[in-house]
């Protein structure tokens, strides 16, 4: 006889053990059955759940009823085929606890059989759903029930036979909330009791194939429920699929909202990784958004406001830093959001107050979307203010003289290598003037170096005083100083001459006494001058020339200012010499006028020019041709031109009193200096008046070139005086560029064609056609015209045929002294 040991739980009405300690409930019966027909002896075992399917592993009994397949299971257990019975597990809970989802398990206690496969699946279910109840191990579903009853637990989770069977008794009831479909099998240990299992599906397959078979009385006894065989197998399977289904995509959205939650866990930990870097670096990092305030800031830019981090964040720049800054600073900001550049840029930023002023490179860029829209600005900046600094301190060593401050030798070489450079390709003319101060070495024997440095320094801020911004002063150690200056003449002659007046200033601003605490100290200088050469010429050449020329100074006895070029050397000093003896002369009275006569077609005497001779004490008569040059560069030709005009209204009055010499008009040059002075008007009225002279027999001849200046000042001054009768011509007409429209707008009597087209009239037709059209315009315009330098006859007569009334020149006369006019008259 077989004996088979069964393993017998509690679990009304499924399995239970009756008063003979015989397995009972529905499949306890059914075994009962089966083994009644098989002739087998049945030894029930009570043990609880766990414990029973430790037995069965351990092989301490042979079979235990109400096991539910599943996957792990089946590793270690033999399972029949035909489900004994289908099952579901149900939560059960005291009425009036509102449970109607998984959900709602959040915060509960759940009594859940130890080593069930509810526990699992609902631990999993609970997790991945992070759900925060709490599962209560119970060794017994009866537990469980008495634990939801007395309050310990919430929910109790049982299989829906037992549940529906023992609740009303625990005054519990079902909620909505099942799970787990499940067929249930009698197992076996693992390998040893397929006979046990084969004959357990034999008598399944046929109870279950035949309604009202003992399988169905056996259910319908203990549960009293119509039996559940009736929905076909195929739909048992496609609920528990579908449960399985519902349970993958409950644990995908699950996995998902863990996912998420480790992403924002991980974001936010890197989010204060990255905080705590950038607030460890010592750039200035922030972000604007597109109002430009600020969304970030790193710690170093709250220290530099002196503002927590919050009130920084919302603020723009004007918070922060003073108008002019802000405005600056919004402008790459812009270039930024508008524009989508990236920029780099220097950036002065001065404090609210204005005191403090920090200087930057920033890189701002923008920070766009997935779009592409930039939705803020992203700023690095980098403190340079000491860098700057340093580097300007290092600049000043290397390129300025510690005690003066001015440009040093090096810098003083960089800029001359420029100039050069700028001279070779004839775009400017400059000179170098060397400047050493005379006997310094003396004074720093006798008074000591701190008086020597009072006088560099005072020496050096005298001659600053001379210098234009464009030139450059400079020490190059000791006593030596340079000038370089720029942007002269590009007639050799004129920038000699530049560079002498700049040159005599300086020499005499040096000359003037010093006061070195308290001490009166008279110090002079020699200065050396190299105008920068056509031809090829290195820096240390023409330094060494000005050097050159500087001995030259010192050997001539100090306190002066000598040229490199011997020919320049003595231009300058002829020049200087005739300038000294132009002064002396203008008061001594060593000019005279001499007159040239003007006369008709008929040859009648009409008038003369004044024209001015200078008689040298040694060179005898010097013509203006030399001189006036001269006098109008150094002023001199106001006092010259003035005494002109004295000597030629006398000349006037004295001929008013000669009736045959009183028609005749006088003409004389003024120079555009002359005109221009604001005085001239005044004081050829003055003079008019003083002397006596009819003003409507003088005639002020101007040139063409001094035409180009304020022309309306002109204008007016000439309206001025000929409102008193005074009358004017223009002379050496042709040779300028007056416009016809500005020759009508000048109050002018006379126009006079220059001696050139009058010496060619005969040889070259297009000189005798500029005179013919002169002749036409003055016609046009109601103007006078006299020809200058008629010299021949046929000139005479070539002019007086093309209508030329009035004539000048060798052919009647050379200038004289008044006499030959007196002559020329009683000849005529
Ligand atoms: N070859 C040649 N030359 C002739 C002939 N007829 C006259 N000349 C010269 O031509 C010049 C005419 O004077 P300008 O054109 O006003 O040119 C004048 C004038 O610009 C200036 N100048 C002369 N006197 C004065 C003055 O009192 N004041 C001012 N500001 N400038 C004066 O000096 C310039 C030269 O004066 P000068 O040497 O006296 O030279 C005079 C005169 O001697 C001729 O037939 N052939």
Redesign the pocket.
Known sequence: EHEVRVGIYPNEPKLLLDQNSRPSGILGDLLDEIARREGWTLAAVSCQWQQCLELLQAGEIDLLPDVAYNEARAQTLDFHKVPSLYSWSQLYSQPGVRLESMLDLDGRSIAVLEGSVQQSYLRDLLDSFGLKGQLVSVSSLMQGFELVQVGQADVVVANQRFGDFHAPRFDLIATPIMFQPAQLFYATSKGHNAELLNAIDRHLQDWQNTPGSLYYQTLQRWGGEQPRLLIPQGVWWALGSLSLLLLMAVSGAVLLRRQVAEKTRKLQSSERRLNTILDSVEAYIYIKDPDLRYQYANRKVCELFGQPREQVIGKTDEYFFDIDTAAKLHENDRRVLSLGERVEAEEINRSLDGDEEHAFISIKLPLRNAQGQIYALCGISTDITEHKRNLEKINQLAFYDPLTGLPNRRLLLDRLQLALAKHDRGLQQGALLFIDLDNFKDLNDTLGHDMGDQLLLQAAARLSQHVRSQDTLARLGGDEFVVMLEGLSSDPMRTARQVEVVGNKLVQALAAPYDLKGHSHISTASIGVALFPDGECNVDDILKRADLAMYQAKAAGRNALRFFDPNMQAEVSARARLENDLRQSLGAGHFV??Y?PQVGAHGQLLGA????RWQHPERGLV???EF?PLAESTGL?LPL?RW?LQAACEQLVAWGGQPQMSHLSLA????AR?FHHPDFVDEVLAILAETGANPSRLEL?L?ESQLVEDVEGLISKMLQLKAHGVRFSL??FGTGYSSLNFLKRLPLNQLKID?CFVRELLDHPSDAAIVRTILALGSNLGLAVTA????TQEQRDALLRMGCQKF????FA??GPAEILQHWHSMA
Not at 609 to 612: F, P, R
Not at 668 to 671: A, D, T
Request: negative net charge; without cysteine; hydrophobic residues 30%.
């Open positions: 006028l001499h040239q020019e004044a024209l001015v013509s203006p041709g006036i030709i031109g002109i004389i040059n003024v120079s002359q001849e040139t002379d050496d001696q200058e330098g008629v010299e000048q020149g060798y052919l050379q200038p």
